[in-house]
């Protein structure tokens, strides 16, 4: 497992892990090894037998190395299971979301996958899409990413956006859906995928047809008479 967070994610990521000393001991380490602004957070997680494990983290290191990485530590599973078990950050993650719209911020998450040769172009182009997407009503959002669910020809591209909760529920919800277009848009046009491991749904079904093109969106409808004649299998969510 390999997660890489942009720059911006990686500054929200030391500041939520609440260990203020911790963290700026570890800001100097990494000053002193010429790592400072603009740093991208790298985790890996390794498993199977103790030989595969040391060989496969021996060669992701080396790799790191060359890049310009330095490594800073490593936690087990078992601490992972132990901080699940009290109820810690794992779980308790979700829920900043509602603390966040009590607080008068909205939060969502943009999830695509793209082939390597258009990832960096897709994260910029996103992450400026959404960025922009209020400036028409003189509002700011901020916007993050990481790549996950790597695969040998692309990556996942998993973007977070927070915005401010307007005092009209329906104006929130036209902030939301200006988001959420603007988003889509630049995925489509990057060559990105409009959903990943979310599924397509009403959210995205009106751009899957540009996805996939005349020929695909009819194989897709054929499929679903052929198999669900009923149309019992989540109706209207993908034709």
Known sequence: MARLS???????TLALAGREFLIATLEQLLALRGVRNDK?????????????VRAARREALAIASVQGGVHVGEAFGQEWHKSRELHKSRFRTPYLRNTLWELGYALDTVETAADWVAVPQLVRDLEAALAGALAGVDERVHVFTHLSHLYPHGSSV???????????PDETLGRWRKLKAAASQAILACGGTISHQHGVGADHR????????ELGMAVLREFCRTLDPGQVMNPGKLI
């Open 206 to 213: 009106g751009y899957l047809s540009a996805e996939k093109g």
């Open 158 to 168: 998993y973007t977070t956006c927070i915005f401010r909760v307007a005092p009209d």
């Open 40 to 52: 991208c957070l790298l985790i890996l997680g390794l498993s199977g037998r103790a030989a595969l």
């Open 6 to 12: 942009t720059p911006a994610e990686t500054e929200i």
